[in-house]
């Protein structure tokens, strides 16, 4: 079973902290996304890295940064974390050429930014 | 700019009945259509897709349709199940070798016992 783990279920900092998210796969997939979930608003892509120290810009970067030194590790950063940043933040890997090019997803961090 | 649009934010069905949720789209160059499931404090998990060259497919009680004319996609779940009740979303994927998954909004389904 393909395994998506990330460093913290729930996560609260203070306005203006730097904030890391991890995310790490074991299946060794190509493919890393980092996704927002918001009421009302769905999954929202951040940023995505389809290989080692390669990322590109999602639907909403602003504010956010990514680093891939390693291929089964993804790490989203919030430089100066603000309070509409308060989010459930999804991490998602996949491989290129799966049937339906599925992402598997980890459990979430639910960050709340006071 | 929502590409992909969920226009139901939740349902309500009887338990045994069928549950159908809708989807459409506005980018005539997706090729890729996926459902996905989520639960409460966990992910999303993958449930069913259908490729662009196909109308219908099929996976036990879940069943997707595809109108490519209408820019419509619809999820089918027959007989509904109260383990069916979650959030589901569905989303689009352009040509192979483009990853990226373009997300609705959602639809929160409830089956009522």
């Known amino acids: 079973d393909v395994k998506v783990t990330q460093s913290s279920r729930y996560l609260v900092k203070r306005t203006g902290e730097k904030v890391f998210l991890e995310c790490v796969q074991d299946?060794?997939?190509?493919?890393m996304f980092w996704y927002r979930q918001d009421p009302g608003l769905g999954l929202r892509l951040i940023y995505f890295?389809?290989?080692?120290?390669?990322?590109e810009k999602g639907d909403i970067p602003e504010g956010y940064s990514v680093s891939r030194e390693k291929k089964e590790r993804f790490s989203l950063i919030l430089e100066s974390a603000s309070t509409n940043q308060t989010s459930m933040y999804l991490c998602?890997?996949?491989?290129?050429?799966?049937?339906?090019?599925?992402?598997?997803f980890g459990p979430g961090t639910r960050l709340t930014v006071t | 700019d929502q590409q992909v649009k969920q226009n139901s934010p939740s349902l309500s069905v009887q338990e045994g009945r069928i549950s159908i949720l809708n989807c459409d789209y506005t980018?005539?160059?997706?090729?890729?259509f996926l459902w996905y499931k989520k639960y409460p404090a966990e992910g999303p998990t993958f449930l069913i897709s259908?490729?662009?060259?196909?109308d219908k497919n099929e996976d036990g009680r879940f069943t997707v349709f595809l109108n490519k004319s209408a820019k419509h996609l619809s999820l089918h779940i027959v007989p509904s199940q109260p383990g069916d009740s979650a959030v589901y979303f569905c989303?689009?994927?352009?040509?192979?070798?483009?990853?990226?998954?373009?997300f609705g909004t959602g639809t929160r389904l409830t089956i009522i016992p």
């Open positions: 989303a689009a994927s352009g040509n192979f070798g483009n990853e990226k998954l373009t």
């Open positions: 259908i490729s662009s060259i196909k």
């Open positions: 998602a890997s996949s491989i290129p050429g799966q049937a339906g090019w599925e992402q598997y």
């Open positions: 890295s389809y290989d080692v120290k390669m990322k």
């Open positions: 980018n005539s160059m997706f090729d890729y």
């Open positions: 299946m060794d997939h190509e493919n």
